[in-house]
DNA sequence: GCTTGTGAAGAGATTCACAGCA
DNA sequence: TGCTGTGAATCTCTTCACAAGC
């Protein structure tokens, strides 16, 4: 099959097959099987097949899978030959933690700046990062071709700074405020909550208690 | 319709629901309709309708649904009335970050302890969280009634975090690591990939870029 | 009037099961 | 023989559209 229209299911699990592949040849192995990748993705077989098919790939039956050639159709398909240098807006604890962790460096996400309202941290430094204030970033956005704003404010300033970060040309936001921001049709906004996370656990040990007496007070 | 069986995609929306109509609440607003609870959620009307229906809530035709009452429910559902003590485990920058967050106390979720391997900390507190080594993992889970275990350790750490959480009696798991981590049947794992989210949206930007030259090279 | 609640249609994702081929 | 690639079946979620009812 032909490169075409990728569905979101399987983008959202090609960078963990990237990350098995990664494993494996550093493990030393030339081949694998959809059955070795389902098994390392903590999915069925039969997804791995399919997801890989639409991206034209062509394993061998019989065989499987050629670890290298395979990593290269992934990475192509998710573009990570691209470096998309990053913003974080809101340096309270997440914030702090977003814009010193080295993993999105390496994945060809680097954190070019931070940005903060608070003028006392202004033009001082987070881990090499340097902060700048809430109204320059349109400069930066320019400056340093920035693709990706990651919002890590309070949620009453989420809204707020997402206009700033569209107003500046970025398409993309990743959202950890615990709030909805709404943005133009062309901005693709993916929303991490954490308490939302916590709240889903939450649901599930609930629904596991005996039933409760007095439901309906 | 009775409270039956509650789809997953309706859970990971209630929580927001919930954030909406505190807002709602506190904004001094009796009643609202589901296109204002959609609009808030970012979602279509009719889901916020057949998501309700779930729950079996009886807003009012004509007219909406009672802000108070549908709070009630919703929190019903959910099980916010619990309370879940979380262990933090790994206290890199992230797992710091997670440890000192507010909110999750705020809604349910105390973390109540700390865990790495670094004897150099371990001992010490992090926001009046007290810091014990990973062998303790059992003694805490049992002290303090821990429901749900994060993982916030490298990767090379996290499946053996997740069994020393599993073999202390935790039932849920939210995992940072990064990694794909295997547990019994019985236990709920939630996975936050930073790395992961940002590829997504890389995968997109890539999407819309002009078609590149020598696909195969 | 206006908004809920819900069958039914539609879209998307998952899984099955087996033909096809090294 | 063994594993891929994929049509078909199935399941889940979303959206439509309208009857029901204040």
Redesign the pocket.
């Known amino acids: 099959?032909a490169t075409g229209h990728i569905?979101?299911?399987?983008v959202a699990?090609l960078p963990v097959y990237l990350r098995s592949l990664t494993e494996l040849a550093a493990a030393g192995d030339a081949t694998?099987?959809?059955?070795?990748?389902a098994e390392r993705a903590g999915?069925?077989?039969?997804?791995?097949?399919?997801?890989?098919?639409y991206l034209g790939?062509?394993?061998?039956?019989?065989?499987?899978?050629d670890v290298r050639h395979l990593t290269f159709e992934v990475s192509r398909a998710l573009g990570v030959a691209n470096t998309w240098p990053v913003v974080v807006c809101g340096l309270g604890n997440l914030g702090r933690a977003l814009a010193k962790h080295t993993g999105f460096t390496e994945r060809g996400f680097p954190v070019v700046a931070a940005v903060d309202i608070d003028p006392a941290i202004t033009g001082t430094t987070v881990d090499d990062v340097p902060v700048h204030s809430p109204d320059q970033i349109a400069e930066l956005v320019a400056a340093h071709g920035v693709a990706i704003g990651v919002i890590a404010t309070p949620g009453n300033a989420a809204q707020e700074t997402a206009d700033l970060l569209v107003a500046a040309g970025v398409r993309s936001i990743l959202d950890f405020s615990s709030t909805v921001v709404t943005v133009p049709d062309h901005v693709e906004v993916r929303t991490v909550d954490l308490s939302t996370e916590l709240q889903i656990l939450g649901f599930h040990l609930h629904q596991d208690l005996p039933p409760e007496v007095g439901k309906t007070p």
């Open positions: 099959m569905p979101e299911a399987t699990r694998t099987s959809s059955d070795v990748l999915v069925n077989p039969a997804k791995v097949r399919k997801d890989l098919s790939t062509h394993g061998t039956r019989g065989v499987g899978y």
